[in-house]
């Protein structure tokens, strides 16, 4: 046992000498025809015990005793063939699930997105420990496959000889039955004409006897007798031969022989299954002594150097977090532009012409001039784009409004003091960001109106003419009963862009713009329900004229942002095909499907890359409105899976077949979609 314990310890590799090793003394028993004696204690019997074993074998009920034996030692191998087989797979199952786990942290672990440095260094070491456990395990599930099969063999062998056995054994107790029956008959024949005979011969009077000539006489009826009676006596007398033949032969010859071969048949397969026994008990030892050698190996042991030998618990306390933030952050040291001067003043050259036109006097009176002409330029620029920007609003990333807004709408410009507290957060700082315009094919993008605002201030002026002028505010009268001009609702993406030109409708701007200014920080915002007059109203303006409305000023919107909400989510329910398209709405539910995160995000990539411009525009400013809702969610309690639970349904349409089964699937897209925002959609 100790050589064996320091040859099963010498190997790395699960499964290799101590595999061989129990293999070739088996065969080597085999061979010498001593395949069980020498590997199992001897349990002959002794005194009193052995006389009471030897008595059951020599009688009647020693074969029937042997054959229930040999049945339950070959029930017992089965029994443990059936666990070493569910016990391999359950490794099986598990050493899979292992390398599988390893390949995917090694596929992971080389994103951008990851560590590197140390980290990575000591990552990849606990995964390569991983792989070699992993290893050790497929190797003990292959060894307890191969001793399933064996302990398989063993019981048929055992089961093959059982039948053999029985059938000669009973075969030789049936024969001597039957001999003993016959003589039994013979004797009882035999007794009945010797005593008819006796009768006979002593006077006994008995009933007339009648033959073929008349009534015997009494000599001839004694004669009669005594020929019967002499005839099974001879029968009597060979029956009686027959059945001692029959059972000198079973209990000298037959039974014997049958006995010691159950014995056999016994010894083998219960020292079978008990050395299956001791080899499963040896291959755990040597599985969990593997495990431990990867996880903490011996130190100086074979031709390794003793600093190169590492535990698990060296790797992971190799990691530097310091000098890996020292090393990332250096490693942008390239990429660090060269520092400017200080910003200084520069007057545009129109200025400085006009300046040196004026008379000397005309100078001195008009030195605030450049600041006048400023204002005046930012006037004439907002009649150029039909918008006028509130500088703080510019400043602070507001959403710019698109070019097709109406003269008449409501402005930043246009308000006072008063009416600017009300319609803008108190500080610039918890305004949101801007959304990014969207890109259009050059074939989509000669519509003038589809662009936004973004010409500098100063170049605007230069092509303008100076006007004081500041234009009204409009007022909507949302009590009365629109008729729909332009109607909004219930029409397609597609035919509003022919329509209108802009790749993302003016209400889903126009409702993402009042939800960033205003319902931020609102609890529940997409969640709680508004009020459905409101609702009403707002939609029958926007059906009236969309450019009409303008909901940075909180009155047009009656102060109530939960219906602005909900009217986002009214417009996408009404639209005839949903944002997600029918066309590609089993594509996304396949890719919902997907267990694998990176796979599921790059499937669902490649799905909406293939929706329509105007679809694509519109889901990429929902995605990045939302993405910012709930980067707000410690105050609106709004978070991914609260928001893909509200937008599911609405965005991938409520009449689509099979979509109540397929709400939970829904709920994920949309789910992985904010998960992943910035990786499917750009934020330039």
Not at 421 to 432: E, H, L, R, T, W
Request: hydrophobic share 30%; aromatic share 6%.
């Amino acid at each position: 046992m100790a050589n064996r314990d320091s040859s099963e310890r010498s190997s790395s590799d699960f499964g290799g000498p101590v595999l061989l090793n129990t293999e070739l003394e088996l065969s080597t028993a085999v061979s010498r025809g001593g395949l069980y004696s020498n590997d199992i204690p001897s349990t002959s019997p002794r005194g009193e015990s052995a006389t009471a074993f030897e008595r059951v074998l020599r009688s009647d009920i020693g074969l029937s005793t042997l054959l229930t034996r040999l049945k339950q030692s070959i029930g017992s191998a089965r029994d443990f063939a059936a666990f070493l087989k569910k016990r391999a797979t359950l490794e099986d199952e598990h050493a899979q699930g292992l390398k599988k786990l390893c390949r995917t942290t090694q596929d992971s672990t080389r994103r951008p997105e990851s560590r590197q440095g140390s980290y990575l260094r000591s990552y990849e070491d606990i995964n390569r420990i991983h792989d070699r456990m992993a290893d050790n395990g497929i190797q003990f599930g292959l060894s307890l496959h191969q001793m399933h099969e064996d302990l398989q063999d063993l019981a048929a062998d055992k089961e093959r000889g059982r039948k053999q056995w029985k059938q000669t054994g009973l075969s030789a107790e049936k024969r001597v039955q039957d001999g003993e029956t016959a003589m039994e008959k013979a004797k009882a024949r035999y007794n009945s004409l010797a005593e008819d005979y006796d009768r006979a011969r002593t006077g006994d009077k008995q009933t007339g006897r009648f033959g073929l000539k008349g009534p015997k006489s009494a000599a001839q009826v004694e004669e009669d007798f005594y020929r019967k009676m002499q005839a099974a006596d001879t029968d009597y007398a060979s029956k009686v031969q027959t059945a001692q033949v029959l059972r000198r032969d079973l209990l000298k010859t037959l039974r014997p022989q049958t006995v010691q071969a159950l014995q056999q048949l016994i010894s083998e397969c219960d020292s079978g299954l008990t050395l299956q026994m001791q080899k499963f008990a040896a291959f755990n030892e040597k599985l969990l002594l593997s495990n431990g050698i990867c996880i903490s190996p011996l130190k100086g042991q074979g031709n390794i150097p003793a600093p190169q030998v590492r535990s698990l618990r060296d790797v992971v306390y190799e990691i530097n977090n310091e000098q890996d933030l020292r090393d990332y952050v250096t490693s942008y040291a390239p990429k660090v532009q060269q520092e400017q001067g200080e910003v200084q003043y520069e007057p545009h050259h129109s200025l400085q012409s006009a300046q040196q036109a004026l008379p000397q006097s005309a100078t001195k009176q008009s030195q605030p001039l450049p600041a006048q002409m400023q204002y005046k330029s930012l006037r004439a620029s907002s009649n150029l784009t039909h918008v006028t920007q509130n500088p703080q609003s510019s400043s602070a990333g507001h959403i710019p409004m698109p070019a097709d807004s109406p003269a008449g709408g409501t402005s930043h410009a246009d308000y006072d003091d008063s009416s600017k507290q009300q319609a803008s957060p108190s500080s610039n700082d918890n305004v949101p960001p801007q959304i990014p315009p969207v890109h259009l094919s050059p074939a989509q993008s000669h519509f003038p109106h589809t662009q936004f605002s973004q010409q500098p201030i100063m170049s605007q002026a230069s092509h303008s003419q100076p006007s004081t002028q500041i234009l009204p505010s409009q007022n909507i009268n949302y009590g009365a009963d629109l008729p729909p001009l332009r109607p909004v609702f219930g029409l397609s993406l597609e035919e509003l862009f022919n329509r209108d030109g802009s790749a993302v409708p003016m209400v889903v701007y126009q409702c993402l713009q009042a939800v960033d200014l205003f319902g931020l920080e609102v609890e529940g915002i997409y969640r709680l329900s508004g009020t459905a007059s409101h609702i009403t109203k707002l939609r029958s303006v926007f059906n009236n004229d969309a450019l009409q409305v303008d909901f940075r000023n909180p009155e047009n919107f009656f102060h109530d942002v939960n219906s602005v909400a909900g009217l986002l989510k009214q417009f996408f329910r009404d639209l005839p095909d949903p944002l997600l398209t029918l066309e590609y709405y089993q594509g996304f539910i396949e890719a919902a499907r997907i267990d694998d995160d990176i796979a599921r995000r790059d499937s669902l990539h490649a799905t909406i890359n293939s929706l329509p411009d105007p679809n694509y525009a519109t889901l990429r400013a929902l995605t990045l409105h939302l993405h910012r809702v709930q980067e707000h969610s410690p105050s609106n309690r709004m978070n991914a899976g609260n928001l893909a639970i509200c937008f599911g349904p609405t965005l991938m349409g409520t009449s689509s077949k099979g979509n109540i089964a397929d709400a939970g699937w829904q709920v994920r897209v949309i789910d992985t979609i904010l998960q992943n925002t910035y990786q499917i959609f750009d934020d330039d």
